[in-house]
């Protein structure tokens, strides 16, 4: 373990990086200096707008550990094109050294070693000293934005229906927002909140189900250093889809491409100088949209929780990836002229949680707000010796953990646990405690049922997961990964169509392969049909960690990855 | 806990798979062929171009029972100019004959919007027929599937 004076020395520093021409290199510009709040911030006095974007936060206050994938596959066009580049092929596009700060903090080489030495990342108050700098170093400059997934994803969020997460960003001054998780609170918990927001929560792809008609605001336009700034919002595409629709029946939703441009139109016709597209549609899908609507000259994209050192373009859009769970928050400084930009410089700040000051202010809220729950937040479940940690492509060790616990607290042969991309990690040696494990399953449906399935129907959920997935077009992915199994392993193979990409289903504990006409019984959680029955997931867990404190689990290989 | 087959039926995240691609023996899908014949009645035999007309379908069904579609054609709508019909086929339906729109100059424009059942993924095809006889075609995969997956 690193002090924190070696910490400070040990690496390289996080410098001026991009601008135009510069995109190919993120931190040649910094190579031995000590690593302070200052090079983390300090940035030259550039345009006149200021963008300011955070992302699928999912309602972390506090500082953590987020593993980013190993696996993250591209299919089609966009195979090996970021974000579909990890590990050692990441640090070589992005020329970053590893062992570096920014190379723990964008992949997950050397992951638990370089945790140890570097610390954890994010916490709001983190982000608040950042925002709060930016705002005085640019004043009415900056528009500060929030891609949405910020109201779910943890024990206080969960026991406030959102609240603790809208009174946050609240006093953090934000500008506009988007969402996706939100709507899991319900069409009378959202309606509720957003009337109270002090911030427009902008959609212009949700219609009323009934009528076809906006449910939200498309676009607000904001006056920042001179510039009319046009924000249009672009709320999660598949929600009632891939969460329940019964929680919001009265809401369509899908990409709707043709209301994009529509409503980039009409900003236009408003007078916005420059049009920023505040979107949760997740990056391959954004990537498809910018070659095909005209007129975004930035896309800030959301979902699919992708931390991109630079920033994507696509003809004449910027597309700007700002990782998840406040591990990062973007800055974009523009230079906009005659409606159009003239010059950018981009930085994606890494919050190094050990590096950068916490605002005093938005700390005691933080406190405040966790204050009546500490004790049970607190309360250890157990311990884990190994990594625990759940986004990439396939099982993740999290997921096992929650795999296992259903198998043996349902008394299941197979289980299957949804591919989600948040969920906080653990390293080895740390105790497990109801935050942590809140911070892998809080949420609004959390049943855990149990049920039979013929061997045909658990193969044909694979198949249609997978092609959510790995569809070609983008336009058919829903921005999850695979669903996890547990008592069961396959084969995938991503590239080959719906139907044929899944093979040699076997059962683990007999290794005998899964027959299509049998019964297994099956425990899951997270259903989106109504009426779900079965303890929250939370408490199978809980039980499972009980009579199983420690933890030990290496990485899953029964999920076999061939192309 | 103990289910009963309808619990688990409704329960489990595969409910909309039973009901999309389970049907049973018994439920004869159209294939391209019968798809083909109908356009073929429709359009007299011609093979219909693409352009001037567009349909508008989601990429991923929310729910395969009531699939909102649009089509609209681009035309001038004057006596001289116009669009007679739109069809709308589902081809991976039991049927899959549609809808039929008929239009007249009167009409101003030749835009509609309907709700359709789509029994699986599959195409959707909007066929226009001009006064003048010539024919376009759009299509659009709309997909049908489990859902419950993504975030």
């Not at chain 1, 006056?223 to 629709?245: C, L």
């Not at chain 1, 916490?358 to 966790?370: G, V, Y």
């Not at chain 2, 990429?59 to 909102?68: K, L, S, W």
């Not at chain 2, 039929?100 to 359709?116: I, L, V, W, Y």
Request: with cysteine; charged share 20%.
């Amino acid at each position: 373990m690193f002090s924190r004076r070696e910490f400070l020395t040990a690496s390289v520093a996080l410098g001026a990086i991009a601008g135009v021409g510069m995109e190919g290199l993120w931190s040649r510009a910094a190579a031995q200096q000590a690593l302070s709040e200052n090079d983390l911030l300090d940035a030259p006095d550039f345009g006149n707008v200021t963008l300011l974007h955070l992302t699928d936060i999912h309602a972390q206050l506090k500082p953590l550990y987020f593993r980013e994938p190993s696996i993250n596959i591209g299919v089609g066009e966009v195979e090996g094109l970021p974000p579909h580049v990890t590990g050692a092929d990441f640090l070589k596009m992005f020329n970053l050294k590893p062992g570096s700060p920014e190379a723990y903090a964008l992949t997950s080489v050397d992951f638990t070693a370089l945790a140890k030495a570097y610390g954890k990342m994010g916490g709001l108050d983190r982000i608040a000293t950042i925002a709060k700098r930016v705002r005085a170093e640019r004043g009415d400059k900056v528009l500060f934005l929030d891609g949405g997934d910020t109201w779910q994803g943890s024990y206080t969020a969960n026991a406030s229906k959102g609240a603790d997460m809208v009174e946050a960003m609240n006093a953090l001054g934000l500008d506009a927002m988007t969402g996706h998780w939100e709507f899991t609170y319900g069409t009378d918990r959202v309606e509720e909140i957003v009337d109270t927001l002090d911030f427009p929560l902008l959609a212009g792809n949700i219609f009323d189900a009934e009528w076809n008609e906006p449910a939200f605001e498309a676009y607000q336009i904001f006056e920042r250093g001179g510039v009319k700034v046009a924000v249009i919002g672009q709320a999660f595409p598949y929600t009632p889809i891939a969460n329940p629709r019964w929680m919001i029946p009265n809401w369509s939703f899908g990409i709707r491409e043709d209301e994009v441009r529509k409503n980039v139109a009409a900003a236009r016709d408003d007078g916005a100088e420059l049009v920023v597209l505040l979107s949760h549609n997740g990056f391959d899908v954004d990537r498809k949209l910018a070659s095909r609507v005209d007129g975004i000259d930035v896309l800030l994209s959301g979902h699919t929780h992708d931390a991109l050192p630079e920033p994507i373009r696509v003809g004449n859009t910027m597309i700007i990836a700002s990782g998840s769970n406040g591990k990062f928050i973007s800055r974009l400084d523009l230079d906009v002229a005659d409606g159009s930009v003239k010059g950018f410089r981009y930085r994606l700040i890494p919050v190094f949680s050990d590096v950068i000051t916490p605002d005093p202010e938005i700390s005691a809220l933080i406190d405040r707000l966790r204050g009546p729950h500490e004790a049970e937040l607190q309360r250890e479940l157990g311990r884990t010796e190994t990594l625990l940690y759940r986004r990439g492509n396939f099982n993740g060790t999290f997921d096992d953990l929650i795999c296992q616990a259903l198998i043996a607290e349902r008394d299941a042969e197979i289980s299957l646990s949804p591919g989600f991309r948040w969920g906080t990690s653990l390293i080895s040696g740390q105790s497990i405690t109801v935050d942590d494990l809140h911070n892998a399953c809080a949420m609004t449906y959390p049943e855990a049922y149990r049920s039979t399935m013929s061997g045909q129907l658990i193969k044909d959920i694979l198949e249609d997961v997978a092609d959510n997935l790995f569809n070609p077009d983008p336009y058919y992915q829903q921005g999850g990964d695979m669903v996890r199994v547990g008592g069961m392993g396959y084969t995938i193979n991503p590239k080959k169509p719906i139907g044929s990409r899944i093979s040699d289903m076997t059962v683990l504990r007999t290794g005998e392969s899964i027959d299509p006409k049998r019964n297994y019984v099956v425990a899951g959680w997270a259903s989106v049909n109504e009426g779900t029955e079965g303890p929250p997931i939370w408490d199978v867990v809980e039980a499972h960690l009980k009579n199983n404190p420690t933890v030990n689990i290496e990485e899953n290989r029964s999920v076999k990855l061939v192309m | 806990m103990n289910l009963s087959r309808r619990q688990v039926l409704t329960l489990s995240a595969s409910a909309v798979a039973v009901a999309a691609t389970g049907l049973g023996p018994s439920v004869v899908f159209a294939d391209a062929a019968a798809t083909e014949k109908s356009i073929a009645a429709f359009t007299g035999g011609k093979s219909p171009a693409t352009g001037k007309i567009t349909l508008n379908a989601p990429e991923i069904a929310e729910n395969g029972n009531t699939v909102p579609i649009s089509v609209s054609v681009d035309s001038e709508m004057t006596k001289d100019s116009y669009v007679q019909s739109v069809m709308v086929l589902a081809e991976g339906n039991p049927n899959p004959g549609v809808i039929t729109f008929n239009f007249s100059p009167m009409s101003g424009e030749a835009t509609a919007t309907t709700r359709m059942r789509l029994a699986k993924t599959q195409n959707v095809v909007a066929i226009a027929k001009m006064n003048d006889g010539s024919v376009f075609m759009d299509k659009k995969l709309v997909k049908v599937t489990i859902g419950g997956c993504g975030g």
